[in-house]
């Protein structure tokens, strides 16, 4: 169960910061853009970390399928990374600050509570990584296993990816 659970929490990590990287390295001026807007940073440093964030991204989509220590590494710095991230967001929404995130490219959205939520999600992710990535137990994978763990994880980052969609969705609704 716990191989099942590690593939999982690995394709959702994976999929997720790859796509989030992909997105602002296409629109890294947007992104960065983003950043001076949040002021979350000081100005000099807005254009390193528009490069820097979908690097560290990248990298920690790829290091989460290297085996033990550095997938539980990775996993704990993927949920650092997401924590900050977090914090950021939180931040931002106690000043009443009306900014998209650009978490994944361009986008009208404001930050809202469902971003919040989705990197809590998130990070929980992260966690359940790292306790499997170190938890002893049969490896063995069978095939209809694989099939639902990356179905389920598939759904799960669809879902991730599109907070801001949903968020506009569900906001037009009311």
Request: contains cysteine; charged residues 10%.
């Amino acid at each position: 169960m716990t191989a099942y659970l590690l593939l999982g929490c690995r394709a959702v990590i994976a999929v997720v910061f790859a796509g989030s990287a992909l997105t602002k390295f296409r629109a890294r001026r947007d992104f960065a853009s983003a950043l001076r807007v949040m002021a979350v940073l000081p100005p000099r440093l807005t254009g390193a970390a528009a490069v820097g964030v979908p690097v560290v991204e990248a990298a920690l989509a790829l290091l989460v399928w290297v085996p033990e220590p550095v997938s539980t590494w990775a996993f704990a710095a993927t949920g650092g990374l997401i924590a900050l991230f977090a914090a950021v967001l939180v931040r931002l929404l106690r000043q009443g600050a009306d900014v998209s995130c650009s978490c994944f490219g361009t986008s009208g959205v404001p930050v809202s509570k469902a971003h919040v939520v989705r990197n809590l999600v998130l990070i929980a992710v992260a966690a359940a990584g790292l306790v499997a990535s170190t938890a002893p137990g049969p490896g063995g994978l069978g095939p209809a296993g694989v099939a639902v763990a990356l179905l389920v994880a598939g759904f799960a980052s669809v879902l991730i990816i599109a907070t801001d969609t949903l968020v506009e969705l569900f906001s037009a609704v009311r």
